[in-house]
């Protein structure tokens, strides 16, 4: 297996909390950046986040910074997404991705493997 596997999922209530998990095989994710992207209905694949291969660096979206925290546990490969205080224009598709290299930055096309994804709805 190489590409990412996301859960973790689900229906929320605006205000509540959801967890995201995305487990990718050692050998393809230890020395890459990772992210999380999302895609709602009739709209782009839009970048949520991303940490750097030590995990020490993050980055957000304006609109999710101070209520999602990225983070990854390189020992298990492990990448995660706390939400917290979500809100109904947070639902969409959200898709694990694994960059080309240590770094990356928002754009979709420095990433190369990605999940299929996992469906976050949240209701007001």
């Known amino acids: 297996q190489v590409y990412p596997v996301e859960s973790g999922g689900g229906l929320a209530q605006a205000g509540g909390s959801l967890r995201l998990t995305c487990t990718v095989p050692?050998?393809?994710?230890?020395?890459?950046?990772m992210a999380w992207f999302r895609q709602a209905p009739g709209n782009e694949r839009d970048f949520v986040a991303n940490?750097?291969?030590?995990?020490?660096?993050?980055n957000y979206a304006d609109s999710v910074k101070g209520r999602f925290t990225i983070s990854r546990d390189n020992a298990g490969n492990a990448l995660y997404l706390q939400m917290n205080s979500l809100k109904v224009e947070d639902t969409a598709v959200y898709y694990c991705?694994?960059?080309?290299?240590?770094?990356?930055?928002?754009?979709?096309?420095?990433?190369?493997?990605w999940g299929q994804g996992t469906q976050v709805t949240v209701s007001s």
């Open positions: 991705a694994v960059a080309r290299g240590p770094l990356a930055g928002t754009g979709k096309d420095q990433y190369q493997y």
């Open positions: 940490i750097n291969w030590r995990g020490g660096a993050t």
């Open positions: 050692r050998r393809t994710a230890s020395n890459n950046a």
